[in-house]
């Protein structure tokens, strides 16, 4: 079905290009939601986030890039705490707790 459903594709505009990972997504969120998405307006949007990403790669220097992606990276990764007695294995000699 998928590759069917590759096959009718509607040509990608010659901006840049979609690749067939982000035509998947595309066609999953016209799927799952019943929204058309506009290839053309996807891929300006694509072009523009191109552009001001490396906008701002040349008006930062190595150090300053770092510390940005360092303070993001925190922001989306919480620490998570493992209680490591829970997840050990019980030993097979051993009676299973009730429950």
């Given at each position: 079905?998928?590759?069917?459903?590759?096959?009718?594709?509607?040509?990608?505009?010659?901006?840049?290009?979609?690749?067939?990972e982000e035509?998947?997504?595309l066609l999953?969120?016209?799927?799952?939601?019943?929204?058309?998405?506009?290839?053309?307006?996807?891929?300006?949007?694509?072009?523009?986030?191109?552009?001001?990403?490396?906008?701002?790669?040349?008006?930062?220097?190595?150090?300053?890039?770092?510390?940005?992606?360092?303070?993001?990276?925190?922001?989306?990764?919480?620490?998570?705490?493992?209680?490591?007695?829970?997840r050990r294995?019980?030993?097979?000699?051993?009676?299973?707790?009730?429950?």
């Open positions: 079905m998928i590759r069917r459903i590759i096959r009718k594709r509607r040509p990608a505009p010659s901006l840049t290009g979609i690749s067939l035509e998947l997504a999953r969120v016209e799927l799952m939601y019943g929204l058309r998405v506009n290839r053309e307006e996807y891929l300006r949007r694509k072009v523009d986030e191109r552009e001001e990403l490396a906008t701002r790669i040349r008006d930062q220097d190595a150090a300053t890039m770092l510390e940005d992606l360092r303070g993001s990276l925190e922001r989306s990764v919480r620490p998570t705490v493992v209680d490591l007695r829970s294995r019980h030993d097979p000699g051993q009676d299973p707790e009730p429950a």
